[in-house]
């Protein structure tokens, strides 16, 4: 099963940087690093396999997913520099590691700075752009990202999303730019686009890092572990494949049929590599992840404070992402997992109670529920084709600044940085991660009364 954990990782200057990172299996530590805009999430399916043969150690790159970004303007070197200081805070001497597209770029400048830290790497797809494909990222690839007081950016980002698998890149329509492999499958583009919201705009650093990075292998003679590099048909950087030119002695780069064959050619050759020692991994102790176990609920919840705390649950619709101080995301709001039960209040209280035992909170406040009918407060968010799930959660937190209930014509007072773009984007995202706000609201406004 997969765990998630929160580390502190020193910068250059001192300073300190939170990554998260998901852990799975046991045995020999295999480090995996993602593609950007992505997350650790994208590895979900792929560690529950490799994790038979590895403990696959998948962290957040900076800047995505839960991760704090790199400080100043970083390059490649900065990230390659970044992820080595992550292995040290990890307890991480030396292992294997995998890398698909941005992430093997990561991978392999790290590994051309540090090759003493793994034992050989396989990379999905790596990219070896023309003088004429760098202009045309250059130009186009990384526009600014910020939210729009209407949600306008939205709609660009769900059809970006989209269409990145219809054309590569997704803003080159000509005909030869289209891909094999097109899909419009709602629940990948729904992912991706959450992963996006998360990082903002500062999914520009990292991926301008991946897409400045020199496009060199290390020189036919250099002293480095082995690395394999393959790429499926329909991915766009299998024809990179043919601009490698010569390699390492120990490197392999090949074709394959399908992304089943990539993950299975990949595993061999990591299992080929030497073998080291179990690791230890460490973890902070003032952010997590419970495991709970209930009658009505199995799953990860998530945490933020220290034993003795007074802990804050926050109210159906939202998260502590928006708060300060410990808290928990109760099941289906936040990071935590789905909810799987019912509305009743005592299975919602156990969970709790665990969590509050297993962290040594003190005691628990219970943010008010928003006032209104939770049948009308929670509209349906579910994806669909067209991302419009998107735009009905930005009119309900544009809404609810200026009416209560939202859904009403009844005035409240506000101030108009209620109503600012950046703090309309938090709460937004909060809203989407709220699976069961209307589940957890039938059995939490029992508790002062009905609101």
Not at 49 to 62: E, K, M, N, R
Not at 83 to 110: E, N, Q, V, W
Not at 338 to 351: E, H, I, L, P, Y
């Amino acid at each position: 099963m997969i765990s998630r954990h929160f580390i502190d990782v020193p910068n250059p200057d001192g300073s300190l940087r939170r990554v998260h990172y998901r852990r799975c299996g046991a045995g020999q530590p295999l480090l995996m690093v993602h593609q950007s805009p992505r997350s650790s999430a994208e590895y979900d399916a792929l560690m529950r396999v490799w994790g038979q043969h590895f403990t696959c150690i998948a962290p957040d790159t900076p800047g995505f997913g839960q991760s704090e970004p790199l400080p100043g303007n970083p390059d490649i070197a900065d990230f390659a520099a970044g992820l080595i200081a992550l292995m040290d805070a990890l307890g991480l001497d030396r292992c294997p590691a995998y890398g698909f597209h941005s992430g093997g770029i990561i991978l392999m400048t790290a590994m051309k700075h540090y090759p003493q830290r793994f034992t050989g790497m396989a990379v999905g797809g790596y990219a070896i752009w023309t003088e004429q494909e760098m202009a045309i990222f250059s130009a186009s690839y990384l526009p600014v990202f910020q939210p729009s007081a209407y949600g306008e950016h939205l709609t660009w980002l769900w059809n970006r999303m989209l269409e990145q698998s219809w054309f590569f890149p997704w803003f080159d329509l000509r005909p030869e730019a289209r891909l094999p492999n097109a899909h419009a499958d709602v629940s990948r583009i729904d992912q991706a686009v959450r992963e996006m919201l998360e990082s903002g705009d500062h999914y520009r650093a990292g991926y301008g890092a991946v897409l400045r990075a020199p496009r060199d292998i290390p020189l036919a003679d250099a002293n480095v572990p082995p690395v394999l590099i393959s790429a499926y048909a329909g991915d766009p950087l299998q024809a990179h494949i043919d601009r490698l030119g010569a390699m390492p002695a120990g490197w392999k780069a090949e074709k394959v049929a399908t992304q089943a064959d990539h993950h299975r050619v990949s595993l061999d050759w990591l299992l080929a590599l030497p073998s080291v020692p179990d690791a230890v991994l460490r973890e902070s102790d003032d952010q997590g992840f419970a495991r709970v176990s209930t009658e009505y609920f199995t799953g990860l919840v998530h945490w933020r404070g220290r034993a003795g705390d007074t802990c804050i649950i926050p109210a159906p619709g939202r998260a502590i992402s928006l708060t300060v101080g410990a808290g928990i995301d109760p099941p289906g709001h936040g990071l935590s997992d789905d909810w799987q039960a019912g509305s009743d209040r005592a299975t919602w209280d156990a969970v709790f109670a665990q969590v509050q035992r297993q962290r040594g909170f003190a005691d628990l406040v219970f943010e008010p529920p928003p006032p209104g009918n939770p049948a009308q407060l929670y509209p349906d968010l579910t994806p669909d084709r067209f991302g419009s799930h998107l735009a009905r959660a930005w009119s309900v937190v544009r809404a609810g600044r200026l009416f209560a209930p939202w859904y009403s014509v009844n005035v409240i007072p506000f101030d108009p940085a209620a109503i600012a773009p950046a703090g309309l984007a938090a709460a937004h995202l909060a809203l989407l991660q709220a699976r069961s706000a209307y589940a957890f609201h039938t059995a939490y406004g029992d508790r002062d009364g009905d609101p």
